[in-house]
C-alpha cells in the first residue's frame, strides 16, 4: 500500500531520478534516428524541385594538372519558403568507363534521387544567407583540380549542388542540383584521335528567278532576310567570325556565295503579296562578308556541296522515276566548284555528298555518285556497327563500287540540336561533347580518324556551343585536328561494317518530310517549257543561267519541314517562266473578208522580250482546204525572227474556191517542230464574187457572147456570098454561051470590075472541068460550117476568113 501511495502520491527526489534515467534510456534510440534525419533527407527529398541550380559556365572544359576549375551559374528558389543557411557545393561522382554509361548519365542530370557524388567542402563553396522564393542568385565557385580527388584519366560526373533549410525542414539538406561531366586528362595521351569537324556555311533560298530587264539582270530576292543573317550578330556572321579560328573543314552551298555576290551589286527586294520590287541596300554588308569568308578560308580545306546543296534522299526515293531529275544534280555539282572559285579564290572539293542527318540507303548512295562524288558522309546511327566492336572504328569504310562511306559519330554531331540559347543548355553540350570524345579515344590503343558532322545549318547559340567545344577539344590531351580529306583516305578499320542499310531502315521521320514526286514532276514540267524556249533566243544565257538556278534552288534540302513555302516558290518559278515565253505570241485576228479567188492575209507575230527571238516558224493552217487553201496548200509555214520589243507581220497567200466561211488556224512552232504559245484562231469569210465583181464579170461575159455571135454571123455571111459567087458563071454559060458581040452577062460585068475574079474564072472556069469539081467541094463544105457547129474532125482552114465590115468599137475578136 505504502508503494502504491508513492507512486501516486508526490515522487520522492529519488523515484524522480529513476524515472529520467529510465525515460532518457529508453528514448536514446528515438534520439539516435532523429539525429541521422538530415543526412537521410536527399532521398526523403527526391524529386524535390524546391531549387534549381543552372551551370552556365565550367571552366576551363577539360581540365589538366595544374589548373583551377572555375564553375559559375545561378540557383534559384521555386518554392514558397525561404531557404536559409544555404550553400552550392561542388560534388564528384564516379568514373564513367563506357559511352552508353555517359548517355545513361545524361538523361537525369537534375535527379535527386541518383547519387549526389563526394562534396568537395572546405571552402570551396559560396553562402547564402538566404534565398527568397522566386529570387535567382548567382554563384562562383573556384577550386584547383588537384583538391578535386579524380584518380585516373577517364570523364567523371560533376556536380553542383545546393543545400539549405527550410520553415519546415529545420535541417540542412541537398534542395537541388545539376550534374554535367568533367573530362580528365591528365597529360598528353600516347594515342591521339584524329578528329574532323564539319563547319557548315549553309542558308535557305533567297534568290528568285527574276531578273531585271537591263543588260546587267538585276536578280530579284524573296526578301531581305540574308541581309539580315550576313550582317553584325546574324547567324551566318557569327558562323563566320567563330569559325575562322577554328581548325575544321568549311562546308559551303555555292547557292548562299551566288546570293551574297549578287548583294554586292544593285539588286532588288520582292515585296509580299506584290509584283512591285523595292531597291536592295546591304551592298557594303554583302563586300564585308565576303571579304572576311576570304580570308577565314585562306588555306583551309573547303568542300562545296552540289548548288543549292539538293536534296540527295528526297531525289532517290521520289524523283529518279521522274525523267530529267537525275540530270538537274549533274548540272548543280557542274556549277558548285565554279562558283566558289569565282568568289573565295579558293579550289574546293567536290568530292563529297552529304544526305540529310547522313542517313543512307542504296538508292541514296546511287543517286549521290551519280553526279560525280565518291564519298558520302553518313552517320553511324544510319550505318550502325553489326560486327560487335567493342570500340567506335574510323570513319572511312568502302562500300563498294569505288565509294567511300565517311561515316560521322552520331553522339558528337548530335550534341548540338537542342534549344541552347541559355548558357547552362550550351554548358551541358559542350561538356557531354568533350566526355563523349575522351571516352571514345580511351576505348582502345588504336588510332583512329572520327568526323563530327553537325546540323546543317546550326543557330546561332548553338554556334557559340559548337566553337566552344572544338576549341577545348583542339587543346585538350587527347585530340588533334584532320581535315575531311584525310579522314576520308584512312585505313578502315577491318571490323567496321559497310552493309548499306536496307531502304526499309531509313527512318520514317525523315522521309515524312522528304519533297514529294509531284514536286520533281512540276520540275520536269518548267525544264521542258525552258528547254523550248531557250531554242528560240538570241541570248539564251540571259534565261537558262537564272532559270537553271532557281531549278536548282527547288530541289534544295533547306525546304524540308517547309512543304508550302516549297510549293510556292516552285510555282512561282514555272508562272514567271510562263510570263516570259507569252511575250512572244500571235496577236488576236478577227473576221477577215476574202473578196475575189485569192489575197493575202497578214499574221503579226509580238516580241516584248529584250532581246531577239529566232528560229521560230509560223503554220497558217485551213480547216476546209477544198474551200480555201494557203499558199496552194491546207497549211503553209514561213520563218519568223523578231527583234527584242517589236512585232512583225507575216502575209500568206491564198486562193478561194467557193464561197463561205473557213476557220483558220495560226500557230507558232520551234524549229524542231514543237508547238509554241498559243494559236490564234479566226474566220475568213470568203466572197469569190461580190455584187460588183459579178456586174464586172457579167458584163466581160456577155461581150464574149456578142463577139463570138458577130463572129459565127460574119462568117456565115462571107461563106454565103462566095457561094453565090460561084454559082453565077454557071448558070450563065449554061443559059447563054459566050459569043462575040453579044452583051455582057452580069457575071461578066463583075468579072471585068473584079479582075481578080476574073483571074479565078480563067483558071477554074467550065473549061477546066478538075478545077470546077475542087470548086464544089469547097463550096459544100463551106456550106456545112455555115449551117453547123464546126466538129473536132473538120479540117482546119490554113487562114481564118475575114469580115468586111468594120469592128465595133472596143470589141476584140480573137484571130
Not at 65 to 87: E, F, M, R, Y
Not at 182 to 198: N, Y
Amino acid at each position: 500500500m505504502a508503494e502504491a501511495a508513492d507512486f501516486q502520491g508526490t515522487p520522492s527526489p529519488a523515484r524522480r531520478w529513476l524515472r529520467r534515467t529510465g525515460a532518457l534510456l529508453a528514448g536514446a534510440p528515438l534520439l539516435a534516428g532523429l539525429m541521422q534525419l538530415p543526412a537521410a533527407a536527399p532521398a526523403q527529398a527526391a524529386g524535390s524541385d524546391t531549387v534549381s541550380v543552372a551551370l552556365d559556365s565550367l571552366s576551363p572544359s577539360a581540365p589538366g594538372d595544374g589548373d583551377t576549375l572555375t564553375v559559375s551559374g545561378t540557383v534559384t528558389n521555386n518554392g514558397k519558403q525561404a531557404v536559409t543557411d544555404a550553400h552550392v557545393d561542388l560534388r564528384v561522382g564516379s568514373l564513367l568507363s563506357t559511352r552508353s554509361e555517359i548517355d545513361t548519365a545524361a538523361r537525369h542530370p537534375d535527379d535527386l534521387q541518383s547519387s549526389l557524388g563526394t562534396e568537395v567542402g572546405g571552402k570551396y563553396t559560396e553562402d547564402f544567407d538566404s534565398l527568397s522564393p522566386g529570387v535567382a542568385e548567382r554563384f562562383s565557385v573556384s577550386v584547383p583540380v588537384d583538391k578535386l580527388g579524380l584518380g585516373q584519366d577517364g570523364v567523371y560526373q560533376f556536380g553542383v549542388s545546393l543545400s539549405g533549410k527550410t520553415s519546415t525542414q529545420q535541417w540542412d539538406q541537398v534542395l537541388g542540383i545539376q550534374r554535367t561531366f568533367l573530362p580528365w586528362q591528365s597529360s598528353e595521351a600516347d594515342t591521339k584521335t584524329k578528329t574532323t569537324c564539319l563547319w557548315p556555311l549553309i542558308s535557305t533560298v533567297h534568290v528568285t528567278a527574276k531578273t531585271g530587264a537591263g543588260e546587267l539582270q538585276t536578280p530579284v530576292f524573296e526578301n531581305d532576310d540574308l541581309a539580315k543573317e550576313i550582317s553584325s550578330g546574324g547567324r551566318l556572321a557569327q558562323m563566320l567570325a567563330l569559325g575562322k579560328d577554328l581548325d575544321v573543314t568549311w562546308v559551303i552551298d555555292p547557292d548562299l556565295l551566288a546570293s551574297v555576290d549578287a548583294m554586292t551589286r544593285n539588286y532588288r527586294i520582292q515585296g509580299t503579296g506584290t509584283t512591285t520590287t523595292t531597291a536592295g541596300t546591304h551592298q557594303a554588308v554583302a563586300k564585308q562578308f565576303l571579304a572576311d569568308l576570304q580570308d577565314a578560308v585562306t588555306d583551309k580545306e573547303v568542300v562545296a556541296l552540289p548548288f543549292a546543296d539538293p536534296d540527295l534522299a528526297s531525289l532517290a526515293h521520289n524523283g529518279t522515276t521522274v525523267t530529267g531529275s537525275l540530270s538537274h544534280l549533274k548540272d548543280a555539282t557542274d556549277v558548285a566548284a565554279t562558283t566558289v572559285k569565282t568568289v573565295l579564290h579558293v579550289t574546293p572539293s567536290t568530292d563529297f555528298a552529304w544526305p540529310v542527318e547522313g542517313a543512307v540507303d542504296p538508292s541514296i548512295i546511287k543517286v549521290a555518285t551519280s553526279a560525280g562524288a565518291d564519298k558520302v558522309i553518313a552517320r553511324s546511327d544510319s550505318l550502325q556497327e553489326t560486327g560487335g566492336l567493342t570500340y567506335t572504328p574510323s570513319a572511312a569504310r568502302p562500300v563498294g563500287g569505288g565509294t567511300t562511306a565517311v561515316v560521322a559519330d552520331a553522339r558528337m554531331s548530335t550534341a548540338f540540336e537542342g534549344d541552347l540559347t541559355d548558357a547552362d543548355s550550351a554548358t551541358l553540350a559542350v561538356q557531354q561533347f568533350l566526355a563523349q570524345s575522351l571516352a571514345l579515344n580511351t576505348q582502345t590503343g588504336k588510332q583512329r580518324s572520327i568526323v563530327v558532322a553537325p546540323q546543317r545549318m546550326p543557330s546561332a547559340s548553338q554556334a557559340q556551343a559548337m566553337a566552344t567545344a572544338i576549341t577545348a577539344l583542339q587543346d585538350s590531351n587527347w585530340s588533334q585536328a584532320q581535315d575531311l580529306a584525310a579522314a576520308a583516305k584512312a585505313k578502315p578499320d577491318p571490323g567496321a561494317t559497310t552493309k548499306i542499310p536496307s531502304s526499309s531502315a531509313y527512318p520514317s521521320s525523315l522521309r515524312k518530310r522528304e519533297l514529294p514526286r509531284t514536286a520533281f514532276e512540276q520540275i520536269a514540267r518548267t525544264q521542258d517549257k525552258l528547254d523550248s524556249f531557250q531554242v528560240i533566243l538570241t541570248d539564251e544565257s540571259r534565261v537558262v543561267t537564272p532559270f537553271g538556278r532557281a531549278i536548282n534552288r527547288e530541289m534544295s534540302t533547306s525546304w524540308r519541314g517547309r512543304g508550302s513555302e516549297a510549293d510556292s516558290f516552285r510555282t512561282s518559278v514555272e508562272s514567271w517562266l510562263d510570263d516570259l515565253i507569252g511575250q512572244v505570241k500571235l496577236i488576236d485576228k478577227s473576221e477577215t473578208k476574202l473578196s475575189g479567188r485569192s489575197a493575202t492575209i497578214p499574221v503579226t507575230v509580238q516580241n516584248n522580250l529584250v532581246q531577239g527571238v529566232d528560229h521560230l516558224v509560223l503554220r497558217l493552217t485551213s480547216t476546209m482546204p477544198t474551200r480555201l487553201e494557203i499558199g496552194g496548200k491546207p497549211y503553209y509555214e514561213q520563218p519568223v525572227e523578231v527583234s527584242g520589243g517589236h512585232s512583225q507581220s507575216v502575209k500568206f497567200s491564198t486562193s478561194a474556191n467557193a464561197n463561205g466561211r473557213v476557220e483558220v488556224t495560226a500557230q507558232l512552232y520551234t524549229e524542231d517542230g514543237q508547238e509554241y504559245g498559243a494559236p490564234v484562231r479566226f474566220d475568213v469569210k470568203v466572197t469569190e464574187v461580190t455584187p460588183t465583181v459579178m456586174l464586172v464579170i457579167g458584163g466581160g461575159v456577155l461581150l464574149l457572147v456578142l463577139a463570138g455571135f458577130r463572129m459565127y454571123t460574119q462568117r456565115k455571111r462571107a461563106a454565103a456570098r462566095r457561094a453565090e459567087e460561084d454559082e453565077g458563071p454557071d448558070e450563065a454559060g449554061e443559059d447563054t454561051p459566050d459569043a462575040p458581040g453579044t452583051p455582057e452577062s452580069p457575071g461578066a460585068a463583075e468579072a471585068s470590075r473584079d479582075p481578080e475574079a476574073k483571074n479565078s474564072d480563067d483558071a477554074d472556069g467550065p473549061g477546066n472541068p478538075a478545077a470546077q469539081g475542087d470548086r464544089l467541094q469547097q463550096e459544100s463544105v463551106a456550106r456545112s460550117r455555115a449551117d453547123g457547129p464546126e466538129q473536132p474532125s473538120d479540117p482546119t482552114p490554113d487562114t481564118a476568113p475575114e469580115s468586111a465590115d468594120p469592128s465595133e468599137t472596143g470589141e476584140r475578136v480573137d484571130r
